[in-house]
């Protein structure tokens, strides 16, 4: 077991039973000319996850921790989106609409790709989804319990919708979720600070939040020991 400094107390896991998620580090959120962009957001807000999330990849693909990427998208005839989210906000571009990424948040565009920065290695899941929550309409929960998943390290975009929305809804079906402050982004700081608060609130009514640094820290300590 390993165990790491955390909000509000310390978390224990066991990296076997762990997996890594990367939530929704797309083009279409992170990169100008995107879905975020076109929804009057400063995109620029979500690059500091990028370099704490590369390094936290990079020690846990060390220790063949299961690493998931999600992608929010959707098809490329849109059958599997809701008018109440396509009509949403309305933006100066919908989702399926052709911007410089190609259209936007369709799978197979440039724009829903994950950013060259954190791109999935071969043999790690990556995940379509067509909505907030992970869980909705994909095979995350099958893939998590075949191999034994009782853990889970959370990283992605952004905070407060579907870092947020993935965390609840794993914390509903029984797994321990612990949250990288550093690791998640959003285009509003105030959401960022306060859906990190509301985790951990309450005894830790949806998660736990800790640093990548004090993750790395006991990770790099625990593999010194296996040693
Ligand atoms: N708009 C926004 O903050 N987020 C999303 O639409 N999707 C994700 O968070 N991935």
Redesign the pocket.
């Known amino acids: 077991m390993i165990t790491t400094h955390a909000e509000p107390y310390p978390y224990a896991f066991d990296l076997a039973r762990t997996a890594l998620l990367c ?2 580090f797309q083009r279409d ?1 992170v990169e100008p000319g995107g ?2 962009e076109s ?1 009057g ?1 400063d995109v620029s807000r979500l690059r500091t996850a990028i370099e704490p999330t590369q390094r936290v990849l990079a020690a846990l693909r060390e220790r063949d921790a299961l690493i998931i990427h999600t992608r ?1 998208g959707h098809r490329p005839d849109l059958t599997d989106l809701f008018p109440a989210k396509g009509n949403r906000g309305n933006p100066s571009l919908r989702i399926g609409d052709e911007g410089p990424m190609g259209r936007l948040l369709v799978r197979g565009s440039a724009g829903h790709d994950i950013i060259p920065e954190l791109a999935p290695l071969e043999g790690e899941v990556v995940l379509d989804k067509p909505g ?1 929550d992970s869980f909705y309409a994909t095979d995350l929960e099958t893939i998590l319990r075949a191999r034994g998943i009782t853990h889970l390290i959370v990283t ?3 905070t ?4 947020q929305t993935t965390v609840r809804a794993a914390n509903d079906r029984g797994f321990d979720c612990l949250i990288l402050s550093d690791c998640t982004g ?2 509003f700081p105030e959401f960022h600070e306060s859906a990190l608060a509301m985790f951990s609130a309450q005894g830790g009514i949806v998660g736990w939040v800790t640093t990548s640094q004090e993750l790395l820290t006991v990770v790099s300590s625990s593999s010194a020991t296996k040693e």
Do not use: A, M, P, R
């Open positions: 939530i929704d959120f879905f975020g929804l957001n929010e907030k992605g975009v952004t407060e919708v579907c870092v959003s285009y």
